[in-house]
């Protein structure tokens, strides 16, 4: 089991930045491709990027890319969502998810369908 916390949301003009944080309980997360995904209102919750329970590959929505950066910390259970030149359109609820790769077979998923663990969700507004 994985349990996981979001924290950092606010509200923010664009270009500004936000880091998003994800704390993670259990002891399987450094097995875990951590991915985050946001939802905006009336949409369907989206892919943003990924990071490979190493840590050493990451993967990005196209839309993101450039912009965000995913990094993690598996000594402190942690990943992260570096978000910069955020605009109007970034504005959503943003999600962390968790998904156990025993044997370390695979680096990272990348849909919402292979992912285990979900947060709740913080809030990101970005103003024009």
């Known amino acids: 089991q994985v349990q996981l916390v979001e924290s950092g949301g606010g509200l923010v003009q664009a270009g500004g930045s936000l880091r998003l944080s994800c704390a993670a309980s259990g002891r399987t997360f450094s097995s875990c491709s951590m991915g985050w995904f946001r939802q905006a209102p009336g949409k369907e919750r989206e892919f943003v990027g990924t990071?490979?329970?190493?840590?050493?590959?990451?993967y990005y929505t196209d839309s993101v890319k450039g912009r965000f950066t995913i990094s993690r910390d598996n000594a402190r259970n942690a990943v992260y969502l570096q978000m910069n030149s955020l605009k109007p359109e970034d504005t959503a609820v943003y999600y962390c998810?968790?998904?156990?790769?025993?044997?370390?077979?695979?680096?990272?998923?990348?849909?919402?369908?292979?992912?285990?663990?979900w947060g709740q969700g913080t809030q990101v507004t970005v103003s024009s």
């Open positions: 998810a968790a998904r156990y790769i025993p044997y370390h077979t695979i680096l990272y998923v990348t849909t919402r369908e292979e992912y285990d663990y």
């Open positions: 990071i490979s329970w190493n840590g050493y590959s990451t």
